[in-house]
């Protein structure tokens, strides 16, 4: 399994030097593991042996063993799932040799699977939607996020006197990658409040450290981004946190509803003409779900890269414990979810047209459902 990177906006920042937060990790979720039903602990347990012994024989019942998977911000919570299947094994489990290549943003991963350069997509639900308007027909097949996990602040420098959305107006926002979620999300207040999103500038900035510099160096006054770069920055005193979707009752108070985020999805044709293949990148996602789930936040240290941390280990360890609610338990898309995307789109995608929309085709429960049947309940 092999890895691609995009280079980013900016230059990596001198870490921030915070109370390491490590004592939160065996205290706090050792209590949570023994409250577990024994049962689902062992379905959890069973994840690895299944991987070694039959991958062989699952591999010869994949349609396609080699899958490149394009994303925007590896790093980032948002797609800690993908991450953890990988680093954990259970893409291999399931007879498949994912290669992942990383992208400033998400609309820059869709990019490659739509120019061929990629077989899935590891990014947000709603393009699935956005998608159909432009006559590409896109599948989500297993979720990673139940919420965004995105947040929206305004600089400490360049707005101290923010007071309302409206201040906005002439001023620079940076996000991922035009025209991805994060940017969706800052055109969606935009709209609430009356401005269009070609009052204020867009910036790429990548969701790593560069966003981070971006922010700190005045290039951009306010920032869309997903974790931990929203909370490093808020714990710095840099920003100033104006919308909130890192929780369930965030997203719910900013959204109106249920927002499914992360996901795998690709062309409607790929999920078709290899089935197989889908089912055994959802059962590897699930997997990851499940683990997350399931272990303390030092366990996740272990796991991860040190790049991923961002040079700071302690905000890196109290962002997993403030978002890991926000993980996917089942890989299932909610119904309710896919509206909720429906109407962020409306509100703020220019010219929308309903007519051209079917949120049942832009979405599928059936791998996440034969993955939980075959993996038991958790």
Same mark, same amino acid.
């Given at each position: 399994?092999?890895?691609?990177?995009?280079?980013?906006?900016?230059?990596?920042?001198? !870490?921030?030097?915070?109370?390491?937060?490590?004592?939160?990790?065996?205290?706090?979720?050792?209590?949570?593991?023994?409250?577990? /039903?024994?049962?689902?602990?062992?379905? *959890?347990?069973?994840? !690895?042996?299944?991987?070694?012994?039959?991958?062989?024989?699952? $591999?010869?019942?994949?349609?396609?063993?080699?899958?490149?998977?394009?994303?925007?911000?590896?790093?980032?919570?948002?797609?800690?799932?993908? %991450?953890?299947?990988?680093?954990?094994?259970?893409?291999? $489990?399931?007879?498949?040799?994912?290669?992942?290549?990383?992208?400033?943003?998400?609309?820059?991963?869709?990019?490659?699977? =739509?120019?061929?350069?990629?077989?899935?997509?590891? #990014?947000?639900?709603?393009?699935?939607?956005?998608?159909?308007?432009?006559?590409?027909?896109?599948?989500?097949?297993?979720?990673?996020?139940? /919420?965004?996990?995105?947040? @929206?602040?305004?600089?400490?420098?360049?707005?101290?006197?923010?007071?309302?959305?409206?201040?906005?107006?002439?001023?620079?926002?940076?996000?991922?990658?035009?025209?991805?979620?994060?940017?969706?999300?800052?055109?969606?207040?935009?709209?609430?409040?009356?401005?269009? /999103?070609?009052?204020?500038?867009?910036? #790429?900035?990548?969701?790593? $450290?560069?966003?981070?510099?971006?922010?700190?160096?005045?290039?951009?006054?306010?920032?869309?981004?997903?974790?931990? =770069?929203?909370?490093?920055?808020?714990? %710095?005193? +840099?920003?100033? @946190?104006?919308? +909130?979707?890192?929780?369930?009752?965030?997203t719910q108070d900013f959204l109106g509803g249920p927002m499914p985020?992360?996901?795998?999805? $690709? !062309?409607?044709?790929?999920?078709?003409?290899?089935?197989?293949?889908?089912?055994? *990148?959802?059962?590897?996602?699930?997997?990851?779900?499940?683990?997350?789930?399931?272990?303390?936040?030092?366990?996740? @240290?272990?796991?991860?890269?040190?790049?991923?941390?961002?040079?700071?280990?302690?905000?890196y360890l109290a962002t997993f414990n403030a978002i890991r609610d926000?993980? %996917?338990?089942?890989?299932?898309?909610? +119904?309710?979810?896919?509206?909720? /995307?429906?109407?962020?789109?409306?509100?703020?995608?220019?010219?929308?047209?309903?007519?051209?929309?079917?949120?049942?085709?832009?979405?599928?429960?059936?791998?996440?459902?034969?993955?939980?049947?075959?993996?038991?309940?958790?």
């Amino acid at each position: 399994m092999s890895n691609k990177h995009h280079e980013k906006f900016g230059e990596a920042t001198d !870490p921030i030097h915070h109370e390491d937060l490590d004592w939160v990790s065996d205290a706090m979720w050792a209590r949570r593991k023994h409250l577990k /039903a024994l049962g689902s602990m062992a379905s *959890l347990a069973a994840v !690895p042996a299944i991987g070694l012994t039959g991958a062989n024989a699952r $591999a010869q019942a994949l349609e396609k063993t080699k899958v490149s998977i394009a994303v925007g911000g590896k790093a980032s919570f948002y797609y800690l799932p993908l %991450s953890i299947a990988e680093f954990k094994g259970f893409y291999k $489990a399931e007879g498949l040799d994912v290669e992942i290549s990383d992208f400033a943003g998400g609309s820059r991963a869709l990019a490659a699977v =739509v120019g061929g350069s990629a077989d899935v997509v590891s #990014g947000a639900y709603e393009h699935t939607i956005n998608l159909q308007q432009k006559g590409q027909m896109f599948q989500a097949f297993v979720l990673q996020g139940r /919420a965004p996990q995105m947040a @929206i602040g305004v600089s400490s420098k360049t707005m101290a006197g923010y007071k309302s959305v409206t201040d906005l107006k002439g001023k620079k926002i940076g996000v991922s990658a035009p025209g991805s979620s994060t940017n969706m999300m800052a055109s969606f207040m935009l709209a609430n409040a009356g401005l269009k /999103a070609s009052d204020v500038s867009f910036v #790429g900035v990548g969701t790593g $450290a560069g966003a981070v510099t971006a922010l700190r160096s005045g290039q951009i006054d306010a920032i869309s981004n997903v974790e931990p =770069v929203m909370t490093m920055l808020q714990q %710095s005193g +840099d920003i100033r @946190i104006v919308a +909130d979707m890192r929780t369930m009752k965030g997203t719910q108070d900013f959204l109106g509803g249920p927002m499914p985020a992360a996901c795998l999805y $690709a !062309p409607l044709t790929f999920v078709q003409k290899y089935p197989n293949t889908a089912q055994a *990148l959802a059962s590897a996602i699930i997997r990851a779900n499940r683990w997350i789930e399931s272990v303390g936040p030092s366990e996740l @240290i272990r796991t991860v890269p040190e790049s991923y941390l961002l040079g700071d280990r302690g905000i890196y360890l109290a962002t997993f414990n403030a978002i890991r609610d926000s993980i %996917s338990r089942d890989g299932l898309i909610p +119904d309710e979810g896919s509206k909720t /995307a429906l109407k962020l789109l409306e509100a703020s995608t220019p010219k929308w047209d309903k007519t051209k929309v079917d949120l049942a085709k832009t979405y599928t429960n059936e791998f996440a459902k034969k993955a939980l049947a075959k993996l038991g309940k958790a």
